[in-house]
């Protein structure tokens, strides 16, 4: 039972490139979110999916574009990556209950040079 | 805009000592209110959620507390151990529009030494 798992754990980019971020999780809940982490700054959401085949946007969507795949897997894809996007990713998850707890994985770090 | 604050930004404690840890909000229609605990290089593990109807939740040696009128939440510690060392960070989920929204505020990094 590995709960949420993100591939890959490290990344280097060259500006301009792109990937995409891969989050999966076997805890059948419904929410996935993808937050990203930096010094100072606290975690900011980035997306999120209530279901399968709905997301939204979340406080810092510039730059991003997400797929939920199915109701296990959630994406995030750089189309062309900056150094402002050099950070850690974190994809949660959550149940259906708003009262339900978050779950994370344990994060990409990205560095865009 | 709801905004969370957590003081102080960075604690060293010896072993054995009880500890208190702050989470401040500046709206207090909140759905609930989390506390994680995160280990360097890892993701965040939820300890304690306090739904808005409730005063506070107790997991072993923690306790966290909620005023939502004065929005403040704290976090307890009892007998606080090496093995306690991380950094911890409060989240208050929205009690209006945007509800699958979570605000995280930006942590307390806690050392307890032998």
């Known amino acids: 039972n590995a709960g949420v798992t993100q591939t890959p754990k490290f990344q280097v980019l060259k500006t301009g490139q792109s990937m995409t971020l891969q989050c999966a999780q076997d805890m059948n809940h419904n929410s996935m979110y993808w937050y990203r982490q930096d010094p100072g700054m606290g975690l900011r959401l980035i997306y999120y999916?209530?279901?399968?085949?709905?997301?939204d946007k979340g406080e810092v969507p510039n730059g991003y574009n997400v797929s939920r795949l199915n109701k296990r897997e959630f994406s995030l894809r750089l189309e062309s990556a900056a150094p402002s996007q050099t950070s850690v990713y974190f994809c949660?998850?959550?149940?259906?209950?708003?009262?339900?707890?978050?779950?994370f994985g344990n994060g990409t770090r990205l560095t865009v040079t | 805009k709801q905004e969370v604050t957590q003081i102080p930004a960075a604690l060293s404690v010896p072993e054995g000592e009880n500890l208190v840890l702050n989470c401040s909000f500046t709206?207090?229609?909140?759905?609930?209110l989390q506390w994680f605990r995160q280990d360097p290089g890892k993701g965040l593990t939820s300890l304690l959620l306090i739904q808005s109807s409730q005063r506070e939740q107790t997991s072993g040696r923690l306790n966290a507390s909620l005023d939502k009128s004065s929005g403040r939440s704290t976090l307890y510690i009892a007998a606080s151990q090496p093995g306690d060392s991380a950094t911890y960070l409060c989240?208050?989920?929205?009690?209006?529009?945007?509800?699958?929204?979570?605000?995280f505020g930006t942590g307390t990094r806690l050392q307890v030494f032998p």
């Open positions: 989240a208050v989920r929205r009690g209006t529009y945007n509800t699958d929204k979570l605000i």
């Open positions: 999916s209530a279901s399968e085949g709905t997301t």
């Open positions: 709206d207090s229609a909140i759905y609930n």
């Open positions: 949660a998850v959550t149940g259906r209950s708003y009262n339900s707890p978050l779950h």
